[in-house]
């Protein structure tokens, strides 16, 4: 099974600044995705990009895929402190009958007001 | 709100008992996967159920079962308990069984063994 690695495993900034997090993963994908977990809570999906895409935007959120380097990055723009929680991304394996979707560590961020 | 709705929130049990957790996935979702989510483990992948066949297996110990029955709702039952299985416990669900699908969390059953 693949796993995603979250880097850096913990992040603090303060309000309005620009929070980058960034996922490295083993072999071949069809997509990534990015999830936030609030303490304590389920994870909510944040967005999902494909293999072909190099680029997505989604409010202010922007990732990225490189998939020659197999690593993407997740950029939260303008930060609020309501964006404090824990970024994980995931990785499907390509193919095969069902399929293990493995999470890394996380990237716990905090904003601070 | 996800939609997937996982019971008992909170269960508190001695060491050597057995729980059952229950998850009901969203409408018309036929993938159903159980997670554990410890401080030191982070998120570990259990099981992958989908339309009631196990479809992938992770980490999961051979205390722990988990069933998928026709109305696509699932179970995970834990034995043996034991202090290390404190932990939460995430179901989620997806619609379909290849990659490309986004899955849904359910608000997790925290689980405290004393």
């Known amino acids: 099974s693949q796993q995603g690695e979250e880097d850096p495993q913990a992040l603090s900034i303060q309000e309005g600044e620009n929070a980058t997090m960034n996922c490295s993963y083993k072999t071949s994908i069809n997509n990534l995705q990015w999830y936030r977990q609030n303490s304590g809570r389920g994870l909510v999906h944040l967005i999902l990009?494909?293999?072909?895409?190099r680029e997505k935007h989604s409010g202010r959120l922007r990732v990225t895929l490189d998939t020659s380097k197999k690593s993407s990055s997740l950029l939260i723009t303008a930060s609020r402190a309501a964006d404090t929680a824990s970024y994980f991304c995931a990785t499907p394996p390509r193919g095969g009958q069902g399929f293990s979707f493995i999470f890394g560590k996380g990237t716990r961020l905090l904003v601070k007001p | 709100d996800s939609g997937v709705t996982q019971t008992p929130k909170h269960l508190i049990t001695a060491t050597g008992q057995r729980v059952t957790l229950r998850c009901s996935p969203r409408?018309?979702?036929?993938?159903v996967y159980w997670y554990q989510q410890s401080l030191d483990q982070g998120l570990q992948f259990l099981i992958h159920y989908y339309n009631g066949e196990e479809r992938a297996k992770g980490n999961i110990l051979e205390r722990f079962s988990a069933q998928q029955f026709p109305d696509l709702h699932s179970e995970l039952n834990l034995s043996s308990l034991e202090l290390g299985d404190s932990a939460l416990y995430f179901c989620?669900?997806?619609?379909?069984?290849?990659?490309?699908?986004?899955?849904?969390f359910g608000e997790g059953s925290w689980l405290t063994v004393v």
């Open positions: 989620a669900s997806s619609g379909g069984l290849d990659s490309g699908n986004t899955i849904y």
């Open positions: 409408s018309g979702d036929l993938s």
């Open positions: 990009i494909r293999s072909n895409e």
